[in-house]
Nanobody, 125 residues
């Protein structure tokens, strides 16, 4: 089992920044991939960014490229999402996710085995 706990959400004005953190515990050595998803009000959960635990390669949704940056600490137990130039459309609940396999699409929520409870991000105009 892997436990994930997100933090760092909050209320910010458009153009501002936030840094989200995801603390991982348990069998973290079993994870191949970690990612951030978000769910905006009235919308489906969508992929934001992901990182391969093995290669360190990062991936981004087109709508956040150039504004968001995913990273992890050297021990691999904390995942971060630096969010800059935030827009009202970035509002939503942000979830951290971990996958124990990389055989399925990075972009699909069903590819991930463990989820945090989420942290709310609200961007005001």
């Amino acid at each position: 089992q892997v436990q994930l706990v997100e933090s760092g959400g909050g209320l910010v004005q458009a153009g501002g920044s936030l840094r989200l953190s995801c603390a991982a515990s348990g069998r973290t050595a079993s994870t191949y991939r970690m990612a951030w998803f978000r769910r905006a009000p009235g919308k489906e959960r969508e992929f934001v960014s992901g990182i391969s635990e093995r290669s360190g390669r990062s991936y981004y949704a087109d709508i956040v490229k150039g504004r968001f940056a995913i990273s992890r600490d050297n021990a691999g137990n904390t995942l971060y999402l630096q969010m800059n130039s935030l827009e009202p459309d970035d509002t939503g609940v942000y979830y951290c996710a971990a996958a124990i396999s990389d055989s399925r699409s990075l972009l699909l929520p069903q590819s991930y085995n463990y989820w945090g409870r989420g942290t709310q991000v609200t961007v005001s105009s």
